[in-house]
Structures are given as structure tokens and as C-alpha cells.
């Protein structure tokens, strides 16, 4: 994949960033341990810290590398998966935090299929 430019750090993910993140944890050793209906809650842009972003914007330091937050949720055991993702030079998982004590906020599709089991029952 060629390296997306953005001219800010911390503007928006770009719809070729998002694509990129999601294919890094996809193809990582820890999403093929997931449950068939693993799905993607979140991806997020990861802020870089406001020390890097200054002293990039006074040309004191290197531009801060993108980098997305990705949360996960495995229907099969019911747990949640914080995943970072580097996107330069390639997207790549840096981190992988299996959480049993949170739970991440519902979808919409998670919201109409609790209409519909509603519904049915």
C-alpha cells in the first residue's frame, strides 16, 4: 500500500487510512483467535501528544506519525480488544489489549438487533 500524506496530524482519519487499519488488525496473528462474529466498533484517530504536534508545527521536531485506535468486540466471549495501529511507513499493530472489565458502546447494528430479538420474543 503507498503511504498516505496528510498535511496536519491531527486531521482526520483519511477513508484510506481507515481501510489500512483495518486491514493491519485483520491481518494480525490475534484476530484469527476471535470468534466468528468478532466486529469493528471504532477507529480512531490517536492523537499525538501536544509537546510532538508543537514542536513539529515550530520545525523544532519530526512530524508525530498517524496512528489509530481500534476497539473490537468479540461476540463469542463477549470481550473487547483495544488494538493501536501505526500507519506509517506501513500499517502495522503495535499493541493488543484484550479487556474483560469494559464494554465498548453499542452500534446501530447491535441496537436493531436488539429490536428485533425484542420484537420476536
Do not use: Y
Not at 5 to 13: A, I, M, N, V, Y
Not at 69 to 96: F, I, K, Q
Request: hydrophobic fraction near 40%; avoid cysteine; proline fraction near 7%.
Amino acid at each position: 500500500m503507498t503511504a498516505i500524506r496528510t498535511s496536519h496530524p491531527l486531521d482526520p482519519l483519511a477513508a484510506e487510512e481507515i481501510a489500512a487499519s483495518t486491514a493491519a488488525v485483520r491481518a494480525a496473528r490475534q484476530f484469527g483467535e476471535l470468534g466468528p462474529r468478532a466486529r469493528f466498533i471504532t477507529v480512531d484517530l490517536r492523537e499525538p501528544t501536544k509537546h510532538a504536534v508543537l514542536a513539529w508545527s515550530e520545525n523544532q521536531g519530526p512530524r508525530p506519525p498517524r496512528e489509530t485506535d481500534v476497539v473490537l468486540l468479540d461476540h463469542a466471549d463477549g470481550s473487547t480488544h483495544e488494538v493501536t495501529v501505526r500507519l506509517e511507513p506501513d500499517a502495522s499493530v503495535t499493541e493488543w489489549r484484550r479487556r474483560d472489565d469494559v464494554q465498548p458502546m453499542a452500534v446501530v447494528a447491535e441496537l436493531m438487533e436488539a429490536e428485533e430479538l425484542v420484537k420476536d420474543d
